[in-house]
């Protein structure tokens, strides 16, 4: 089981040499998504990659993720993490547009690239397009291969440049999404800080790493509030209460690590909180309706 796809990996897998983008300012490059010889059926993995995706795709598709899959009909912007394992399942044989691959390195001067909320989480990662939107991408990802293919001496500023002007044109079409919460209602407010402090605890990335919060308690005493003040608080906002999203959220992650790493269920349960493998074991049984070891051995969730 793979934990990473390295970039070398990826060129070889589309029979490409890594040509664009290495120029010590990290690595960037665009393809057509009809030129990638990708075969469809190719088993479904789950590994993580080590660079960032945008995906500008028109046809019938489904991503899957350690946790759910989503499908893509018609014209989307799909935004891949490499921290967030998935598997790309092509329905349609015939299928067309552009894939941007980049590495956190390229885009370092503008900032952490991991906060922008399209890349956070699956549920913001794809946006599907009305005709007149394709247009206007259409044409962000044919200038940035033109500009890509030209010889001017600060293409790839120029490249981040419009990178960034895609990200932020995405987010502005989907704005709930990773948004703060600036209202003045203190439940909100509430909400948001402890969504804050239980995403940051993610994504588990070394076998020793272990999260901090995983009791209401815990995230209670970090917000300087009584746990029943922050239970009655996401109970209004979110209909869950403190526990069930923390759960959720553990189990999300439990998920995403027994599908894309080789760890023992135990190293799982250790990074995950659970000082005894048999107290994890029981709690993934009651969120999955399997053992860690049954859902390791499925092919998709």
């Keep these: 089981m793979s934990s990473f796809l390295e970039l070398k990996s990826f060129y ?10 290495e120029s010590g300012v990290g690595h960037f490059n665009i393809f057509k998504v009809e030129d990638l010889m ?12 080590n660079f960032f995706k945008v995906s500008l795709v ?17 014209s989307s912007l799909v935004f891949t993490n490499p921290m967030i394992p998935y598997h790309w399942e092509r329905i349609d044989e015939q299928q067309s547009g552009y894939v941007c691959i980049f590495t956190e ?7 952490g690239i991991k906060d922008y909320p399209v890349f956070q989480s699956p549920g913001a990662a794809v946006i599907n397009l009305a005709p007149e939107d394709v247009c206007i991408y259409k044409n962000l990802f044919e200038k940035m291969l033109a500009e890509l293919e030209g010889d001017y001496a600060f293409k790839y500023d120029f490249l981040r440049t419009m990178l960034l002007e895609l990200l932020h044109s995405a987010q502005k079409m989907v704005p709930a999404a990773g948004q703060p919460h600036t209202g003045s209602n203190a439940a909100e407010r509430i909400t948001a800080l402890f969504a804050e402090l239980l995403e940051r605890q ?9 999260i901090r919060l995983n009791a209401p308690s815990a995230f209670a005493k970090q917000l300087n509030i009584h746990v029943n003040h922050l ?23 439990a998920k995403i690590l027994l599908k894309s790493t080789n760890w023992t269920v135990n190293e799982i349960a250790w ?31």
């Excluded at 994504?203 to 272990?210: C, D, F, T």
């Design 12 to 21: 070889k897998h589309i029979n490409r040499e890594p040509e664009s983008g």
């Design 38 to 49: 990708i075969s469809r059926d190719r088993p479904a993995t789950y590994s993580r990659r």
């Design 58 to 74: 028109n046809g019938h598709s489904k991503i899957h993720y350690a946790d759910q899959s989503i499908e893509v009909t018609g």
């Design 105 to 111: 390195t390229f885009f370092s001067r503008f900032g």
């Design 202 to 210: 993610f994504p588990i990335e070394l076998s020793n790493q272990v």
């Design 231 to 253: 239970n009655k608080a996401l109970k209004e906002t979110t209909g869950q209460t403190t526990s069930q999203l923390i759960s959720e959220r553990i189990a999300q992650e």
């Design 271 to 301: 990074g995950l909180g659970f000082e005894e493998p048999n107290h994890f074991s029981s709690f993934f049984r009651n969120a999955a309706g399997m053992t860690p070891r049954q859902f390791r051995q499925t092919d998709v969730d």
